[in-house]
């Protein structure tokens, strides 16, 4: 049955736009001391986020002008490339280490993240799988077991790089899709259950992650090693008050806050905007989740209504885990603010997906 559409919403237009430029301004402003110290070039972060936005934008137009159902087509041989990628970075001589783990592909200082585009190929052929009218998942073994066990392989290869927050974002994001699909809520409790403790597990078969747990739990025990991040964190968060300290006028960007440009961005805005700047950019990810999910409700068909659940938790979970380790929450992990913090691959990427979303927006009611 062909659908009518309509001009795609301009409040997620706008929200994405907003915070792509709220993103350049810190990006710049966070990161030119490092940048000059490292590169002696002041613009190197930004000259460099200006080129993923550019090609995330040239990807964001086609595929907010690509019929959503493409993908639907699609999502088998998008999900083995993604799979084919995870492997791939694995084997020595062609995954690239960086900051400790084997995550990257590329050459030099240009590189993929192959974890990152995962997230969206998940999304992507979960989404085409658990809306077949045929599919049970209702039943625990035959329609909750498998999708399951294809999100545990992904997952585990992601963990071998290793690379827990964004394994995390992309489990996260999938099972909103599996609960929206109509998982019963006893076999979610059950798995809820048995993740905590495989999650338990990662984290005490690894020192640095248990470091991260006591850091965590008492900053100050470690000030120096664990808890080092967190500190310099919340002493950036701190003075910034109501209004800031001004736009370029942060203290803990001169090498107090590691990779301030990155993870820790919002640490920067909120010291230079204040309460005002980063409550603003939480707004605005607030309209952008209100205005998806709205989205995912009205769209007609259940595949368009899993996708736009999908998406719009990877950006949800992805911001809720960054934020949340900024201001002391949860224990530190690498996860980039979506639109906001520097990073090719993330960005690129989020840009893809959030303009397939800007495509079923035209389709809804």
Sequence with gaps: MKQSRSAPDIWLFVCIISLLAIGMIMVYSAGAVLAFHE????????????????????AMYFTARTDYRIWQKYAKVVLLICLALLVAVLIPGIGVVRGGA???????SFGIQPSEFMKLGMILYLAQWLSRADYDISSF????????GLMGLAFGLIMLQPDLGTGTVMMGASMLIVFTAGARMKHLGLLA???????????????????????????????????????????????????????????????????????????????????????????LFLVLVWRGM?????????????????????????VVINIGVVIGLMPVTGITLPLISYGGSSLTLMLTALGILLNLSRYAR
């Design 39 to 58: 590169y002696g070039d002041s613009y190197y972060f930004v000259k460099r986020q200006l080129l993923f936005a550019g090609l995330g934008l040239v």
């Design 102 to 108: 084997r995550s990257w592909l590329g050459i030099s």
């Design 141 to 148: 073994t035959r329609g909750l077991l498998p999708p399951l």
């Design 193 to 283: 259950l048995s993740g905590a403790a495989g999650f338990a597990a990662l984290i005490a078969a690894a020192p640095y992650r248990l470091q991260r747990i006591t850091a965590f739990l008492d900053p100050w025990s470690d000030p120096l090693g664990a808890g080092y991040q967190i500190i310099q964190s919340l002493y950036a968060i701190g003075p910034g008050g109501l209004a800031g300290l001004g736009l370029g006028m942060s203290r803990q960007k001169y090498s107090y806050v590691p990779e301030p440009q990155t993870d820790f961005i919002f640490s920067i805005l909120a010291e230079e905007l204040g309460f005002i700047g980063g409550m603003t950019v939480l707004g």
């Design 294 to 318: 709205r989205v995912a409700i009205t769209i007609p068909d259940t595949y368009g209504s899993l996708l736009a659940v999908g998406i719009v938790g990877m950006v949800a979970v992805q």
